[in-house]
Each structure stands twice: as C-alpha cells, then as structure tokens.
C-alpha cells in the first residue's frame, strides 16, 4: 500500500493511514468520499456529486457547500499522504488518484479473478483460497453505513452482486473438495437472508443430497417453489426442477445416487422456434476492429454471473452505432442458439416503442398466439424473462430512450446477452458495461468511401478523401451519405466536394438524402435542452473561431459564471452536442463542437443578443443544395 493510504468499500467505509482511522463521519463527506473512491483515477462531475448528495432539488447554495465538501474532504486525505495530491480538481469535476491496491474493491475483483481461473483449471483448492480472501474484505454490507443516494446506490448493487457471485464459486468450489456437510449451516442462513435466490437452494439441496439427507434436500424445492410462487407468482427454473426430478428419482432408489459426481445437470427442453431477427449486417463495414473485438469478448465473457450480460453503446448521431451492434450481433450471433431478437425502440424519435408492444413481437416469436399473450406489461415481462431464463438469447435493443423504456425487457437469463445502442447516457441501467464510440479513424473514413466508389477513383484523389473525412467530423453517417452521393455522379470531382463541404453553414444540407436528414434529429435533441444549454451551444458555435474551448473560454463566450457554464457543459456532453477532449490524461481537458452541430446551429435563427461568427475572408455561399436528383438527371454544377 503506497504512502500508507487505503480506502475500504466492501464492508463498512474505512478510510486508513496504517494503523491510524481518518474515516470522515459527516453524512455528505462518507457519501462524497465513497462516490470519488468508487471511481478513483476517473473525473466525476460536479453535476454527478450534486445529484448524489441532494438529489433532483439541490439547494440554491449546492455548488458552493459540495466546494466546502471537497475542501474538508482533501484535508482528511492530506493527512492520509502529506505532499501527495489524492484529491484533485479538474475541469467539470474532482478526481481521486489511488493505485490499484489502495482500493479494497480492487483487491477484491483481482483474488475473484485469480478464483475463477482456478476452478476453470479444476483448482478447486486453489480456487477456495483465493475466493476465501476475497470475501474476507467483506465483513457486512458493502457500504452499510453510508446513506446512499441515487447514483452511489447504482455501485452499492454492484458490490453487493459481485460478492454474492463470488460466494456462489467459493460454495463451488467447496463443494467440488467434498465439504457438503460443513456448507449446510451457511447456506441455510444465505437462504435466510437472500430468499429468492435460487442458486443458494440448489447448492444447499445438492449439499444436503451429499450428506444423505435426501428428504430435507427435497423439502428445500417445496420451500424454493412455495417462497417463488407466493411472492412472485413465478416457478423454480427448469434447471432446479429437472435437479428435483433427480433427487425424487434417487429418493425411491436409495441405490442411485444422482449427484454424487460434479457433472452438469441436464435440462431436457422442449423443441420451440429459434428467433432470428436480426437485421442484415453491413456488406462494407469498416473500422473499428479493436471495438469490435472487445465487445464480441464482453458478449461472450465467461464470468459466472446470475443476470444477463448488458453491453450499453453510445455516441453522437451518425457516428455510427447501430451499424457497431449489427456487426457485432451477426460475429457471435451462431453462440446464442436459442435465439437472437432484435428492436428499434426509436428513442430519439417523438413517438419512442411501446415496451408492452416490443415484448409481444418477442413472445410471438418464441411461437405464442395471440390468445397466448397476456395484455399487462408486466405479466408480458415475467414471461419474457421466464422463457429466456434457461436460454442462450442475444437481445440487440436499437436507440433506447431511456433505462425505463428498456427495463421490462431485460431476459432473465445469466446465459443471455443485451447489447444498446443510445445517443445519450441512460441513468438506471445499472451493470452495463458501456462503450462510447469515438468518430472513425480517417483512413476508415476513406476506406469506407473506396467501397462505395472503387479504389481506383478514391487514391486518384486520396488526399480530397481525406478532407471529406474530416469536413464530416469522421461520421459514418454523413460519408456513407457522400458517398451514396458520388456514386450516383461517377464523373464528378471529389475537389468540389470538399469546395462545398468546406461552408460548414451549408454542411448539413450537402448531407440530406432520400432516406434521412441529420437536421430533424438534431432538431429534436436540441429541443429536449435547457434553455440556458442551448444558449450556451449558440455562443460556442457562433462566436468562437476555434472548434475547441475550455470552461473558461465557453464562459467568456456566453457570459456565464464559471461554475454554471461547467454544469451546463456537462449537460451538452451528456446530449452529446459537445465532445471531451482528453488533454491531461483523464478525458476532462477540454471540449470540441463536431462539424455537423456547428454547422446545425449555424443555420438556425439567431437570438439578437448572440452576435454570430464572421465566415472567414473569401468565403463565397452558393445557396443551390447540392442535391441528389439534380446530379442524376442534369449533370454536376460548378462545373
């Protein structure tokens, strides 16, 4: 432990200097230092440690006591590590610099990971050892004693289910080195504190089987059914009842033993359809490949988990997620046997999908009738989930409005996996693992143009590709547009291209085609800001001449107090208008205004008070749409 400093989440929130407690005991300070330790080395904005200590109405002084927060919580620290800088501020927000065994949490996912490896191997010693470690950072609760608000309790959930997965392969584990008897009395008392988890009542029926209690093993099922039923109006999975079929078996042949080996139960299923409703991938998909491959590895991953595995991609319109997840749906899609459904749940449209529509397009595919399917949302989700809970399900959900929207229509699964698409973040959605897509490398930019154009057109002007690349902010989206485009006028130059590209208060309607145009969704966005955040985005747009700005500049800019411009900053980063720009190492040095948002907020009316930016000398406007029809049929203007 460097510098003698070490923060404690697992159990109780410790704060420790050696031997030495410098634990805070204000509520908002453990709460603050919980928050920031959770997500050390990672800026958390002022925004996020306003919504954890007071919520949607934080008080009028809110900006300037989390100020005075901070200020006690970096004298605690300090003293932690004199002439150390644990607790840092940075543009939007603070950050807590720990190596990596400062952190109990840490620690604690390094002996799981080494755990899991083990029983892989059929270590099971070694496997119970280093899960036993584990566990012992955990003496109660993670984080019992402090009042957790709304984004603090989203990692309370976390802690809580890793340690029960981590409990759950250490009961493995033992159970493998023959300690069924020694488990009974533990398992017991999990089941006490945790009754509606099932896989507690197996290991404890398979615990009791082993020591020849076969008739307690037996009545734990009718205990499982009884509490399941009553409760939850739902019935033991598949799994269970087929491992109670063959304790009933055993129980009237006392001469077979069922269970006596470590071998996988098998649930016989019957035959039902397979949905395959995945949408064509791309032909010319490029780019990407590290992304690609780490999200076939999540969709995939091969940690024991009792939920199903949600993988969250996000970006700016046109960046070019849906296409990402598509691609990434059909590369796995042949391990999800049992079925790959798939939703547009048109969140950035005014009408968003009904999720009680969405789940009977799902359960009609799985071959229920009409008169099979109940009316209620949430009868329609129990069946959901019940029908996915022994399956291999892929779930791709395309443009998701909000964690509510896709709530109810999570599997029920650990064997399934979710992948989401949205523009923005969505609160809620707590276990996701979430991948933010940055705008593509420029040579995929112009490889993708090749593929639409044939390479021989492109590399005699590669350097124009280029240009295009970049005068489109690298949008998938927007090139797939030029592209269509140029492919229509096999003769026209992509010089002249770049010369009509390069208006940036015209780019948007260089980008219209027959299918979509980026100003409506946009438009819509912009409408979903607060007042003061557009505001903002017209100032950054019209009077700044550098596509990047810092808090200060943006302030100077809208005239705004500093404070203000860097929560409203946030909120244009979070709508994605606004993009970070990772200057110092931890992604919060600055901000850049894509080509497409400028060039959207360029064309709109302007308030008096927002002076707008000069185009620079010589820029001539050539108000004829460069459109797709009149390059078809008459030739190629400017020429």
């Given amino acids: 432990m460097s510098d003698g400093v070490f923060v404690s989440v697992m159990g109780s929130l410790v704060l420790r200097n050696g031997e030495r407690v410098l634990t805070p005991s204000a509520p908002k300070l453990r709460s603050l230092l919980a928050l920031l330790a959770l997500r050390s080395n990672y800026v958390v904005s002022t925004g996020t440690l306003m919504e954890e200590l007071w919520g949607n109405n934080p008080p009028v002084s809110a900006l300037a006591t989390l100020q005075t927060y901070i200020y006690q919580l970096r004298r605690v620290l300090a003293e932690c590590s004199p002439g150390r800088q644990i607790l840092q501020t940075k543009p939007l927000g603070y950050v807590i610099s720990l190596d990596r065994d400062e952190l109990d949490w840490n620690v604690f996912q390094d002996h799981v990971k080494d755990g899991r490896a083990a029983l892989d191997r059929g270590g099971a010693e070694a496997a119970s050892m280093a899960l036993s470690r584990a566990l012992a950072l955990s003496s109660g609760n993670p984080l019992g004693d402090v009042d957790a608000g709304q984004v603090l309790a989203a990692h309370v959930n976390e802690l809580a289910e890793n340690k029960l997965q981590a409990l759950e392969l250490r009961i493995e584990a033992d159970l493998m080195l023959g300690r069924a008897r020694d488990l009974v009395v533990e398992l017991k008392t999990l089941i006490a504190e945790h009754p509606f988890h099932e896989v507690f009542y197996t290991k404890l029926m398979l615990s009791l089987e082993r020591s020849g209690r076969r008739a307690e093993a037996l009545d734990v099922y009718h205990q499982l059914r009884r509490t399941l039923v009553n409760e939850l109006g739902i019935e033991p999975s598949a799994r269970t009842h087929q491992f109670q079929a063959q304790l009933l078996a055993a129980y009237e042949d006392p001469h077979r033993d069922s269970t006596a080996d470590n071998a996988p139960i098998a649930v016989v299923t019957p035959r039902f359809p397979r949905p395959a409703q995945l949408p064509a991938d791309l032909p010319d998909f490029v780019g990407r490949a590290d992304t690609v491959d780490t999200l076939c590895e999540l969709s995939l991953g091969t940690d ?294 400028r060039s959207f907020v360029l064309q709109l009316p302007h308030e008096q008070t927002v002076a707008p930016r000069q185009p620079p000398e010589g820029t001539t406007i050539n108000d004829e749409a460069w459109d797709f029809e009149l390059l078809a049929r008459n030739g190629y203007p400017g020429q």
């Fill in 304 to 597: 024991r988990t009792t939920s199903a595995r949600l993988l969250h991609v996000n970006g700016m319109i046109g960046i070019g997620k849906s296409a990402l997840a598509l691609h990434v749906a059909h590369r796995v899609r042949d391990r999800f046997a049992d079925g790959q459904f798939h939703a547009d749940l048109r969140g950035s449209t005014d009408q968003p999908a009904d999720p009680s529509a969405v789940l009977g397009h799902f359960l009609h595919a799985t071959g229920l009738t009409d008169a099979e399917l109940p009316q209620d949302l949430d009868e329609r989700a129990q069946m959901f989930r019940s029908w996915t809970a022994d399956r291999t399900v892929l779930v791709v959900f395309d443009d998701v409005a909000s964690g509510a929207q896709i709530r109810p229509l999570l599997p029920g699964g650990s064997r399934c996996t979710v992948l989401v698409t949205s523009c923005g973040w969505l609160p809620g959605l707590d276990g996701a693992k979430v991948i933010e897509l940055d705008p593509l490398e420029v040579e995929s930019c112009v490889e993708m143009l090749a593929a639409m154009l044939g390479w021989r057109r492109v590399e005699e002007e590669e350097d124009m590709a280029r240009s295009i690349a970049a005068l489109c902010g690298r949008l998938p989206l927007a090139i797939r547009a030029i592209g269509t485009k140029l492919a229509a006028a096999p003769n026209y130059p992509l010089r002249k291209v770049v010369r009509r590209l390069s208006d940036e208060r015209r780019l948007l309607r260089e980008l219209r085609t027959h299918e979509w145009t980026l100003e409506t969704r946009l438009a819509r966005e912009r409408a979903r800001l607060s007042p003061q955040a557009a505001r903002l985005l017209e100032s950054i747009a019209r009077r700044s001449t550098d596509p990047y700005v810092d808090p200060g500049k943006a302030a100077a800019l809208a005239d705004l107090e500093l404070f203000t411009t860097e929560l409203l900053l946030e909120e244009l980063v979070r709508t994605r208008f606004l993009r970070t720009v990772d200057l110092d190492g931890y992604g919060a040095g600055g901000f850049v205004i894509p080509p497409v948002i």
